[in-house]
């Protein structure tokens, strides 16, 4: 399943980066956490770009036989959830992003780069 997780971990990249997502953090959790492989984060400098964003990464991983298990929040909010199992999906507004600070949380993880997930 290691291999299932990696790729969909990098579809949400792709599909976030071309969106124009900011700051895309890819943490992988599986040692520390039994939640999920990764955690993927990312924001939006506006919320119709948080629902493009949203959009791009469930019609990606959608294409790829991935659907989510359940997404938590409002398209318009300012921040969405996307859980697919392996991987978690956060989906910010830029200002609740910094309030959550979710990378500080989820420090003992393990930053992954957008050349690991090749």
């Known amino acids: 399943m290691a291999d299932e997780s990696k790729l969909m971990a990098k579809l949400a990249y792709k599909a976030l980066e071309d969106k124009k997502a900011e700051d895309i953090k890819v943490i992988e959790i599986s040692t520390i956490s039994i939640l999920a492989d990764y955690f993927i984060i990312a924001n939006g400098n506006s919320s119709s770009q948080v629902e493009a964003m949203v959009d791009a990464v469930e019609d990606g991983l959608a294409q790829n036989g991935f659907e989510p298990k359940r ?18 999906v956060h989906i910010f507004s830029k200002e609740d992003r910094l309030f959550y600070d ?11 780069g957008k050349e690991d997930l090749v």
């Open 71 to 88: 997404v938590e929040g409002v398209r318009s909010s300012g921040w969405v959830l996307m859980d697919y199992g392996d991987i978690v």
């Open 102 to 112: 979710l990378e500080r949380i989820w420090r003992d993880g393990r930053d992954i």
